[in-house]
């Protein structure tokens, strides 16, 4: 249970970096146009311009490098702030993938933000599956959703 706790933990705030660096990439983006190339072997190549996310496969990539230049004037304004919706298209060795920023976001985001509901903490005196503050309840039960607190709760969970 420790370890499933711990690796919960981590993949929260995993998720929290990807958002973070989403976000990140996407300002940066608005005035640099960021090259990060695999190498011959993979044959990737990531393009981070405007609020797009473009995926290059062609196997004619010879070297790894991280490049950076200033942002192309020919995008559109739906482009540069990542309103396109993802596509595909062949390019002269390869073929490209398309993701605006918000896909990726919408992917990290959605999981990390289940992870943080699903692991919080409510305080002490109060039900644990709802939040509600049981302070004087004499029942057993959360009168909210009907969680058994206290005794009532460990013999259930014995069974």
């Not at 072997?41 to 311009?49: D, E, K, P, Q």
């Not at 109060?126 to 302070?135: E, M, V």
């Amino acid at each position: 249970m420790r370890r499933r706790s711990r690796t919960l933990r981590g993949l929260k705030w995993v998720g929290m970096a990807l958002c973070v660096l989403s976000v990140g990439f996407w300002i940066v983006g608005q005035w640099w146009w960021l090259h990060l190339r695999a190498g011959p072997r993979i044959g990737l190549s990531f393009n981070f311009v405007g609020g797009l996310v473009m995926i290059d496969h062609s196997p004619s990539t010879n070297y790894a490098a991280i490049e950076a230049q200033s942002a192309p004037p020919f995008m559109s304004v739906s482009e540069r702030l990542g309103l396109a919706l993802p596509h595909s298209f062949y390019i002269w060795n390869g073929i490209r993938f398309v993701l605006p920023v918000w896909v990726c976001l919408l992917a990290f985001a959605t999981p990390t933000v289940l992870l943080w509901r699903h692991s919080r903490r409510h305080p002490r005196g109060h039900c644990q599956k709802c939040g509600y503050d049981l302070t004087g309840n004499v029942s057993g039960r959360c009168p909210e959703c009907g969680e058994p607190v206290g005794s009532e709760r460990e013999s259930s969970a014995e069974l």
